[in-house]
Nanobody
Framework: QVQVVESGGGLVQPGGSLRLSCVAS????????MGWYRQAPGKQRDLVAI???????NYADSVKGRFTISRDNAKNTVYLQMNSLKPEDTAVYYC?????????WGQGTQVTVSS
């Protein structure tokens, strides 16, 4: 059974930075796309950034130029470097990893941007 565990959330002031990490374990098969989504209170879960196994990336317009997604295939880990954080980035951030026929989600990590 694949397990997905996020870490790195917390409270940060506007303009600050955080780095989220997500480790996927429990499978001998490789993961295809890996990504980050977020859900603010009362809103739907939206894509933040996604990265393919060969490093092709896609970002939500609201985070372009501020967030960077990367991955380490040997460690089955995906990262999200978040810079110039804004209050509207406040949300629970979820990691999503995919294999050929399956998709898996982490439990989420809270990111709060507030002074």
């Amino acid at each position: 059974q694949v397990q997905v565990v996020e870490s790195g959330g917390g409270l940060v002031q506007p303009g600050g930075s955080l780095r989220l990490s997500c480790v996927a374990s429990g499978s001998t098969s490789s993961f295809t796309t890996m990504g980050w989504y977020r859900q603010a209170p009362g809103k739907q879960r939206d894509l933040v950034a996604i990265i393919s196994r060969i490093g092709v990336t896609n970002y939500a317009d609201s985070v372009k130029g501020r967030f960077t997604i990367s991955r380490d295939n040997a460690k089955n880990t995906v990262y999200l470097q978040m810079n110039s954080l804004k209050p509207e980035d406040t949300a629970v951030y979820y990691c999503n990893v995919n294999q050929r026929y399956s998709t898996y989600w982490g439990q989420g990590t809270q990111v709060t941007v507030s002074s």
